[in-house]
């Protein structure tokens, strides 16, 4: 799953740079691919040695950088975090995104970092607690009669 996420981030980070022409393109790619891995912290952290190389050679490629990389962001925050927890803990990429914002609201930067594991806790808490517990035992009383 998330290592899904680093190569697409590395991908799109190298060809964006590539294109843009500044310096060191893979490098800077796999720095921002390898920081995905530290949600909403690890961007901010990648965006900084390209926006500096791209300072030393013009002032606009560093805008341009910095509105690539939040577009990138965009799209693993709003694409692929959803579609890759839909497939690894089967959360509908509503729910994800739902309760990252939920959370958000309610508990701050704290509340983002623990959106998702705390959904799956409660998720799996409810398919062992009320489906296999309760609704098991139900349908296995009915069924004898």
């Known amino acids: 799953g998330i290592l ?23 490098a800077n790619a ?32 560093a805008v341009a950088v910095l509105i690539l990389y939040i577009v990138i962001q965009q799209v693993e925050g709003l694409l692929l975090t959803p579609l890759v927890m839909e497939r690894q803990v089967s959360l509908l990429p509503a729910v994800t995104l739902i309760s990252q914002v939920l959370f958000a609201s309610l508990f701050g930067i704290a ?30 009383d009915h069924s004898e009669v």
């Open 4 to 26: 899904f996420n680093m190569g697409v981030i590395t991908v799109l980070s190298g060809l964006s740079l590539w294109a843009l022409q500044v310096p060191l393109p893979l």
């Open 30 to 61: 796999l720095f921002a691919g390898l920081l995905t891995f530290i949600p909403n912290i690890g961007p901010v952290i990648s965006v900084i040695p390209p926006i500096v190389l791209a300072l030393t050679d013009e002032p606009w490629k």
């Open 111 to 140: 509340g983002l970092f623990l959106a998702l594991p705390l959904v799956v806790v409660l998720q799996v808490w409810i398919r062992e607690l009320v489906v296999k517990d309760i609704l098991d035992r139900w349908q296995n």
